[in-house]
Nanobody
């Protein structure tokens, strides 16, 4: 069964950093891309970043580009999201998901409409 598990959220002051981890099971990172998505209270889920380890392509939303970095550790089947210079508007529940790799650099945002999500990990940025 394809499963992912998020961890690494917490409370941080504005300007601080956090690193989220997404551990994949039931598949390898060669099979699917991994996407990070977030949902803030009262807002729709949005795509944050995606990575395909098969071709190295990535996607970053405009709001996080230059501050967040997505990376993969294929040996441990884990994808990380390094979040620097965090802002209060980054406060949200962050989810990861296995998504198709093809065209991930442009397709990433459309996967925010997936039907199944895990528990996510809460990131709270205080001002």
């Amino acid at each position: 069964e394809v499963q992912v598990a998020e961890s690494g959220g917490g409370l941080v002051q504005a300007g601080g950093s956090l690193r989220l981890a997404c551990v994949a099971s039931g598949f390898t990172l060669d099979d699917y891309a991994i996407g990070w998505f977030r949902q803030a209270p009262g807002k729709e889920r949005e795509a944050v970043s995606c990575i395909s380890t098969t071709d190295g392509n990535t996607y970053y939303s405009h709001s996080v580009k230059g501050r967040f970095t997505i990376s993969s550790d294929n040996a441990n089947n884990t994808v990380y999201l390094q979040m620097n210079n965090l802002k209060p508007e980054d406060t949200a529940v962050y989810y990861c998901a296995a998504v198709p790799s093809l065209g991930i650099a442009t397709a990433c945002p459309r996967y925010r409409y997936l039907e199944r999500w895990g528990q996510g990990t809460l990131v709270t940025v205080s001002s």
